[in-house]
């Protein structure tokens, strides 16, 4: 099966109408994080991309913005515990066939993610058999992830995030006076804020969470934004002892 390149929603789905909901989560029906024994979260190395994104719309990666983000984004998940995970980790570099194996599971979350996403989350056109249930899986061989890492559940981040330069500001600003002098012109966004995360049962290999926004707040360059970026990719995060309700799906306009 040939496994898309989970980032392409965010070109796909930004442009939607400015008037459709720009976050969306969902919960498997039933599914209650554990209250009665600990409950450890392994993280897979969160996929970030940071770059510039030009007048012409032209994203150019920055690998100083990228790696920055990605060590303060890292920091902020293991502060902010979620679900009341008595430990949060991240999984230990691999190698060899583990390393192999790790990298083809990081390729089928995003693939499953995007099916999730394009079927579920924003396009309303769903899969006849994913119309009202939530059952999406990894498989269950993805316990070997979970024997590796230590952890009871995968949580996987990806964020995709192009800030504009000053010519792509200055195109902004001439669409928006454009379109108040003659009423012709369009806008013009300035930047790419996206990102997903999901939540994997260790043992089941079952998707049993994920959280899309199109439009993500905080500089993912700085502390305070990389907080704030962690708490919107973790919200509706499954809380312990709270069960979802059958196909469960949270819009936030």
Known sequence: ?????????????????????QEKAAVKPGFVMPTDRPVKILVFRPEVKVGSQSAGGVVTPNAEWTSSARKLLAEALVAAKPGGATEVVFMPELEGENATLLNEYRSLFKGVAVTVLQ?????????????????????PDVAKLGQLGGGDYGLFIVT????????????????????????????????????YAGLVD???????????????????????????RVAQLLEDFPQPGIASAAG?????P
Do not use: C
């Open 119 to 139: 079927h579920r989350l924003f396009k309303g056109d769903r899969l006849p058999t994913k119309i009202t249930g939530f059952e999406y899986s990894l498989g």
């Open 202 to 228: 260790l043992k089941t290999g079952e998707l049993v969470w994920l959280n899309a926004d199109l439009k993500m707040g905080g500089d993912v360059r700085e502390a305070d934004g990389a907080a704030k």
């Open 160 to 195: 995709n995030d192009a800030f504009g330069d000053s010519g792509r500001k200055a195109l902004q600003v001439f669409g928006l006076l454009m379109s108040a002098a003659t009423g012709f012109g369009g806008m013009v966004s300035s930047g790419v804020h996206a990102g």
């Open 1 to 21: 099966m040939k496994i898309m390149h989970a980032l392409a929603f965010a070109g796909a789905l930004a442009t939607a109408s400015p008037a459709a909901a």
């Open 248 to 252: 469960s799906t949270a819009a936030r």
